[in-house]
């Protein structure tokens, strides 16, 4: 079967997929873990497949799952499946690798954040479109910001209204972002970070409260609440 969901598309996403999922405690890696009795990383391919922009979706999987993996998402939809690495950044990179020629758009996508809408994945894909070399979906912070030292005493009240808390779908042109990996050093927690390290200016977007990321037990709690609600 051809990997590519639509020949017409311009988009590759890139979904870092072989986190151990310590914070969500024992049970297997994260995305693998179920969300209404399906693995979060079917949840998630089911809604980047929604995206009618998607050329492409490569899938990172613990080593030890790839074929695993690859037999799970085959009735889902036309995916590649490559092994992750021991960092999210080497994850990405080596799905990065695994991208044909074709799409000049490059979206990274945790699978962690299950219940993202495929809105969200165009808006983000519509955005480099437009112009902008690297885009990623923000949203206001909403609690008071405290910097504290070591001993849990507090230093200073931060100034919220310039912060901003990150998402994914994170996107790019593809050159910037295959630069920003090949020039990669020590591991970042996002693929914009790597960007800003080249000095190229990264574009803010709405994000979407849906998309939050199942890091922790409440989070697959609020998940379940949010796919029972039909989200
Ligand atoms: N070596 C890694 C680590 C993380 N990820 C992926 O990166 C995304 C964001 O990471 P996070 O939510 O922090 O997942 P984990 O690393 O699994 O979480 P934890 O730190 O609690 O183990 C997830 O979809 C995760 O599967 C990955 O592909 N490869
Ligand atoms: C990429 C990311 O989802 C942006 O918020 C996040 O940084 C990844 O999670 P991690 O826990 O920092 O690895």
Do not use: W
């Not at 990383?41 to 929604?50: F, G, K, M, Q, T």
């Not at 036309?78 to 074709?102: F, I, K, Y």
């Amino acid at each position: 079967m051809t990997a590519q969901l639509n020949p017409r598309g311009d988009v590759a996403v890139l979904v870092p997929a072989a986190g151990a999922g310590v914070r969500l405690g024992p049970g297997g890696p994260k995305a693998l873990r179920l969300l209404g009795g399906e693995p979060l990383l079917v949840h998630v391919v089911r809604r980047i497949a929604a995206a009618p922009s998607v050329h492409t979706v490569v899938v990172a999987a613990p080593a030890t799952e790839v074929d695993a993996v690859r037999q799970l998402l085959t009735p889902v939809a036309p995916v590649l499946v490559v092994a992750g690495g021991a960092e999210r950044q080497a994850s990405v990179a080596n799905a990065l690798a695994a991208v044909p020629s074709g799409p000049d758009i490059v979206l990274v996508h945790d699978a962690a954040r299950a219940l993202t809408p495929p809105a969200l994945v165009e808006a983000v894909a519509a955005a480099v479109r437009a112009g902008h070399d690297a885009v990623i979906p923000v949203l206001p912070v909403s609690d008071t910001i405290k910097q504290v030292d070591a001993a849990g005493v507090v230093l200073a009240t931060v100034d919220r209204s310039a912060l901003r808390a990150v998402q994914t779908p994170q996107g790019f042109r593809r050159e910037v972002l295959a630069a920003a990996h090949a020039a990669a050093g020590d591991p970042l927690t996002d693929d914009a970070g790597l960007v800003e390290q080249q000095g190229v200016p990264v574009f803010c977007v709405p994000g979407s409260e849906y998309a939050l990321k199942v890091t922790r037990p409440f989070d697959l709690t609020l998940a379940e609440h949010l796919l029972a609600a039909g989200h």
